[in-house]
């Protein structure tokens, strides 16, 4: 029996299991939006019939975290810079999965639409009332309500913990969870579920080694850390037949931050939490992205102070967002037909370093924000007074002096590289064909959103700009990123021909090299490897009746009309 008491919710009935995968459940290394989009389209999918994994996040906090005051990223009063109607399920295309004029396709859609933005409002009696204020951007902390909803209603399941080694294994992953000192347990005042990325090497030091179990969930070996007096923390496998990495890491700068007048953004945002100085009138924010936005707008409007915004193009550009602009974030056919270059021009123009038209609309009422053309090279405070900014343009170095500095150029793509073990390092160079770099990785994202070439699945949808649409690492398109996913776990028809086939029907023998989900259900687990994974709970009152049908593989002959012919997503 497996000791699942690192799982929340704890599994209600052990008897489910998730046939075609031999138990071994999806890993997500945060349990924010991607994470939540994906354990909802899992379960709708699951309830009319496809066989794909549980969905398991990972999350040292609680879900949504991101979003809410007091965690480094926004104070949750700042507003949605993205339609709240783009939201779990969007842009809510179930034809990947069948004919759309299949009952079992048009009944997913529907599913679907009960975990929507809208159906949130409704859930809560709130709909009509959003409507009368003329459907205003949600706060951040009403976006991670509707997260929280989501995740609970979806019975999304999640590892209490923090990321130490994400390493290959038996054709999946396992990880190595470091809990902190409530056994396992969240930490007081924190729910089960947040900060998306774990960080650091393993601890050193001894652990009571645990039994091996048959399921996803074990303890050690590992080691325990005493960070205190009476803290004591211990660590977990989990493992799982593919891993998503979500959230943008942990903040990082161009400069180096202090803590006193040169701030990171979570610096800003706690300090802001407790009250900006008064001696703080003239501030300094480096990086013109949606992160810089937010902390731009706080200040600016919110504390009243005078703003200069450090961008290293010629002005605070505002995000596209014309029908022309959003068609691509929301169906990407013909992305990758486009030149690399004009991607890349499309995403910077879109995406990157731009400010939102929410934003932009509200900044225009203050006059007190300003811009410079530049990239910030240095600070100084040699006297304890202002801190002298050091800029470089076009060759040309120049200083200025400010109260305070923000470093608000965003997260690292690349931070998980930091708690890959040595055997997924060496595979990932290998898959790379040299040293891992951003550049290598956007180009080797294939339609599942995971790099190709490696012998168990790494989605990286923070990185599938480039290769395959602009939508998937934001908030445009999650229902079409779970879809991507997901549908490279599906069992397909028995007389697709081999070269589709990503996995196998559940009567059919693995072939040697497949990941874990071409195991048949028949076949005994393999020692060590996948823990059980446990069907989430229904909602006490699921918007549709349970039905139990036939197990549903997808039609190979069936192409997805929104990409190219021949080519289907998660293949």
């Not at 891992?436 to 294939?446: C, H, P, Q, T």
Request: hydrophobic residues 35%; charged residues 20%; proline residues 9%.
């Amino acid at each position: 029996m497996s000791d699942l008491s690192i799982l929340s919710p704890a599994p209600a009935d052990e008897s489910w299991r998730t046939a075609g995968h031999g138990g071994a459940p999806l890993l997500v290394i945060g349990a924010g939006p991607k994470a939540i989009a994906l354990a909802v389209k899992a379960g709708v999918l699951r309830a009319v019939g496809f066989d794909v994994p549980e969905v398991v996040a990972v999350e040292r906090d609680r879900t949504a975290a991101n979003w809410r005051g007091g965690r480094g990223w926004t104070n949750g009063r700042q507003r949605l810079g993205t339609l709240p109607e783009k939201d779990l399920g969007f842009p809510y295309a179930s034809s990947l999965w069948g004919d759309p004029s299949d009952p079992v396709i048009g009944e997913l859609a529907q599913r679907m639409s009960a975990y929507s933005w809208a159906g949130h409002l409704l859930d809560r009696g709130l709909y009509g009332r959003w409507i009368d204020r003329g459907r205003p951007q949600p706060t951040h902390g009403e976006w991670a309500d509707y997260l929280e909803w989501a995740a609970e209603r979806a019975g999304l399941r999640t590892v209490t913990g923090e990321v130490r080694r994400a390493e290959l294994s038996d054709g999946g992953w396992t990880l190595t969870v470091e809990h902190g000192p409530a056994d396992g347990a969240p930490a007081e005042g924190a729910q089960a579920a947040g900060a998306p990325y774990g960080r650091g090497p393993e601890a050193d030091g001894p652990y009571e080694h645990g039994s091996s179990t048959d399921g996803p969930y074990e303890h050690g070996p590992g080691e325990r850390r005493q960070d205190g007096p009476g803290a004591a923390s211990r660590t977990s496998l989990v493992h799982g037949c593919g891993l998503v990495v979500s959230g943008p890491g942990p903040a990082t700068g161009v400069v180096n931050a202090d803590g006193g007048r040169v701030l990171s953004t979570a610096d800003f945002w706690r300090l802001a939490a407790d009250g900006l100085p008064d001696r703080v009138r003239h501030v300094t924010v480096v990086g013109a992205g949606e992160t810089a936005g937010t902390i731009v707008r706080e200040l600016a409007l919110g504390l009243g102070r005078q703003v200069t915004v450090v961008t290293p193009r010629a002005t605070v550009y505002s995000r596209g967002e014309s029908p022309f602009e959003n068609r691509y974030y929301s169906d990407p056919t013909g992305w990758t037909a486009l030149t690399e270059d004009d991607r890349r021009e499309f995403i910077r123009r879109t995406d990157r370093a731009v400010f939102s038209q929410e934003v932009q609309h509200e900044l225009t009422l203050a006059g007190n924000v300003s811009w410079e053309s530049g990239r910030v090279v240095g600070t100084s405070c040699p006297d304890g007074g202002q801190v002298a900014v050091e800029l470089l343009y076009a060759g040309e170095h120049r200083t200025r002096h400010c109260d305070l500095v923000v470093d608000a150029t965003g997260g690292d793509p690349l931070w998980f590289g930091e708690i890959l073990g040595p055997r997924a390092r060496t595979a990932l160079r290998a898959a790379l064909g040299g040293t891992v770099s951003r550049d290598r990785l956007e180009r080797a994202i294939g339609t599942s959103l995971a790099v190709t070439g490696l012998p168990a699945p790494l989605h990286l949808p923070n990185l599938a700009a480039l290769a395959q649409g602009p939508g998937f690492p934001n908030l445009s398109s999650l229902g079409l990123l779970s879809d991507r996913v997901l549908a490279s776990y599906v069992p397909t028809a028995p007389d697709e021909p081999a070269q589709h086939a990503a996995a196998r029907p559940s009567s059919a023998p693995a072939e040697p090299g497949l990941h874990a989900t071409a195991r048949p259900a028949s076949a005994p687990a393999e020692p060590g490897l996948h823990a059980a994974a446990v069907r989430p709970e229904r909602p006490a009152a699921p918007p549709f009746p349970p039905r139990a049908p036939e197990r549903r593989t997808r039609d190979p002959t069936h192409h997805h009309p929104r990409t190219r012919a021949g080519r289907r997503p998660g293949r």
